[in-house]
């Protein structure tokens, strides 16, 4: 320790106690800490750049995608952020007329997509010419009409603009009522015996046959068509000649992991929004930035299989949030030392003064950062924790931290559980089940060894759940036993994997590897039986194992 850095605790000692904390790691309710201690990384530069192609923030719980959105906010007095829960999307799922398409096998990609495309060209015509009456919005459409009346191309665009030129200035929620009440009028017209029985019940559905399904959902898509996406992107090029100011633009769309609409529709709808983001990027001075869990994407690629909904696709649309060591360090230096100024003094004291120099022959920091997925939300976690154990002293001793670290882990298992439940609701288990193994690493053969047989059993009798993943590789291995070859557990070592639970080393010569840090996806067909996982070190104290330094 730095001798006067020491003096100064020795002048100013601090007292740590229970209830103290550098923040909650949550970037909505961490005001106190955000912006006075905010770090600034690659991901939010590249979100700020109106240049990149990047506009999908994404990144796990607490990675801190909020955080961007909310740095981006302040800066910027041009950008608007829309609410997904004021969009009225319920009113969409609940409509009879919608929900028989849907349930007859019909496509309503294209119907999200026109909402979605409505949505962000109403709210950027809103925000670049600060429409807030009906007047204003007939001045701009007057405009833009006058401006394009005579383009050919652009004819269908402007008409239209013309069906909403005094309507620019309502809100969200009416234009998609309207949009979807204009579709649900040509479905009436079309399918009105139909959807009557369907509201019926008594699973109408059910009873029609392939045949007669197939001829209904090629008679949906003469409403549902692409012919307004069209004249939707005839607007887009409209409006992308039409601003050529030096001034940017930001829309920000954030708590789609929330219930904002049915899970029945929501992942598909979330779909439909990342194939429409593309369209926008030819209006040079806006940015949509949308911010999105990786566990939200996961099942929007598992819900829309069937449809060749490919990630693939949109990488290059992607802003994926990494942090290092020296940020992370930065965050937690900037969050102690703004603590200790508002409780007791002005001097800086930071990590170094109320933390031990190492714990088991490692530097502190270093030995905490890895029971964490280099996450904020988890380093800040760990440090609360850690001052919570030290209450009523003016330093954190090794014992204070061994002790946080039981509490830590058990809140990190059970957040694991709960962030992956939409597209792993058989995660539980299997971390139940590495966790009865008491060991910190084992080869894939062992693990068939380890009792495979209950974990598919249990899995299997729960049920079917159609976005579950596992399920089907459990239902195999309990019908065919020992001719699984092996690829329940390589299956299930690969969804330990990509949530964070284990590293898996693939072949003898090969390192270590973990999906927060590598490669984020791996594929069961590279393991083999001497294929190598260990138990990440953040999950050692929940399951009381002894990491033996190796």
Partial sequence: MNKNKAN???????????????GSGNAESDDDFLFKCFVENAALVEAKDINSSGMIIAGRTGAGKTAILRSIAQENDYHIEIDPSLMAMDYVANSDALRFVYMIGGDLNLLFQTLWKHVLCIEFIRLRYDVKTAQKSKTIFNSLVEKYFTDER???????????????????????????????????????SEISKFKAGGQYEQRLSNGQKTELVARTKKIINSQQLADLHGVIEMLSEEVGSVTNYYILLDKLDENWVDVAVRF??????????????????????????????????????????????????????????AELMSLVEKRLIELFKRQYTNESIGFAEVFPETVSQRKTF????????????????????????????????????????????????????QEWLSCFPTLKHLLDFIGRQRKIAFSLKELCDGGLDDLALSIYSEGKVSFDPLYKSAKNYVDSGENDNGMFARHLATILYRVGAVGIK???????????IDEPLISPDILENESKLRIHSMLHAAFRIQDNGK
């Fill in 506 to 516: 693939v072949g003898v010569g090969d390192r270590l590897i973990y999906s927060h």
């Fill in 154 to 192: 652009k004819k269908r665009s402007v008409e239209y603009l013309r069906k909403w030129e005094g309507e620019f200035w309502i809100t969200m929620d009416v234009n998609i009522k309207e949009i979807t009440e204009s579709v649900e009028e040509q479905l009436l017209a079309e399918f009105g």
């Fill in 268 to 325: 598909r709808m979330i779909r439909a929004l990342v194939e429409t983001l593309r369209s926008f990027r030819k209006i040079r001075s806006l940015k949509v930035l949308v911010a999105l869990r990786t566990d939200v994407l996961e099942r929007v690629v598992l819900e829309t299989a069937e449809v060749s909904f490919q990630r693939e696709k949109f990488e290059d649309y992607f802003i994926n949030i990494f942090w290092d060591k």
């Fill in 8 to 22: 100064k605790v020795d002048l100013n000692p601090v007292v740590l106690k229970r209830g103290m904390s550098i």
């Fill in 366 to 417: 270093d030995w905490m950062l890895e029971r964490t997925l280099m996450r904020p939300r988890d380093i800040i976690a760990f440090v609360n924790e850690c001052i919570n154990a030290a209450n009523g002293r003016s330093k954190i001793l090794v014992s204070d931290i061994h002790k946080a670290e039981v509490e830590f882990a058990r809140k990190r298992k059970a957040a694991m559980e």
